[in-house]
């Protein structure tokens, strides 16, 4: 079955607002990554956990193996950060579920 | 900066056909993934390969098979293509596994079987 809930699936921000998307995990993943799915069609690296919190910039992760879950949070978010965002969690060895994508639209 | 390469981008074909998709990775990484992202746009794993051995052979149909000829390269051929092979294939590297290491992705093949 789907070991990883993504949500949510589709969400439209104001720029200069901010929000939260999260991955809910159905079993105790080692570790996390964030990409964001450019316009030419690019997964590009935001953010690698195995645990805690990590800050790039405008853009915020946490993961929490016990807890099951990873969130990534976006702050003052400009028009550049539309795309669609992915996590993907490692379940051990060489094998990794994506989730199933959050389409971001940043309006003016 | 793109560092996997993939090619071709798109490529049309007609079912029963052999297709064959290169990809390339200039950053020494030890491991390479083959990845199909459905219609549904979700991302699943194919293949890997680390220094030349298959690691990970997920239950894809046998008409798909990695071919390898030096880590740096992954190419995936499909003997005789279906309409349900339609999807985007995508190359990543991994410096190690995955569980400690970042994956890195080429930009993609898009295929369409008519």
């Known amino acids: 079955g789907d070991q990883v809930e993504q949500s949510p699936s589709a969400l439209s921000l104001h720029e200069g607002t901010g929000s939260a998307l999260r991955c809910n995990f159905t079993?105790?993943?080692?570790?996390v990554q964030w990409f964001r799915k450019n316009s030419r069609g690019s997964l590009i690296n935001l953010f690698y956990?195995?645990?805690g919190t990590k800050e790039n910039g405008r853009l915020k992760s946490a993961f929490d193996s016990k807890e099951r879950y990873s969130t990534l949070h976006i702050r003052d978010a400009q028009l550049e950060d539309s795309g669609t965002y992915f996590c993907a969690a490692a379940t051990g060895g060489y094998k990794v579920v994506f989730g199933s994508g959050t389409r971001l639209l940043v309006s003016p | 900066e793109t560092a996997v390469f993939q090619t071709p981008n798109y490529h049309v074909t007609q079912v029963g056909n052999e297709v064959s998709f290169n990809c390339k990775q200039t950053?020494?990484?030890?491991?390479m993934y083959w990845y199909k992202q459905d219609s549904k746009k979700l991302l699943k794993i194919m293949f890997s390969?680390?220094?030349?051995?298959?690691?990970v052979n997920e239950t894809v149909p046998r008409r798909f098979s990695p071919q390898s000829s030096d880590k740096a390269h992954l190419n995936l051929r499909i003997k005789s293509v279906e309409p349900e092979d339609s999807a985007v294939y995508l190359c990543?590297?991994?410096?190690?596994?995955?569980?400690?290491?970042?994956?890195?992705f080429g930009h993609g093949t898009k295929l369409s079987v008519l």
């Open positions: 079993t105790t993943m080692r570790a």
């Open positions: 390969y680390n220094n030349k051995q298959l690691i």
């Open positions: 950053l020494g990484h030890d491991t």
């Open positions: 956990l195995a645990s």
């Open positions: 990543a590297s991994s410096s190690g596994t995955i569980s400690n290491e970042r994956l890195f």
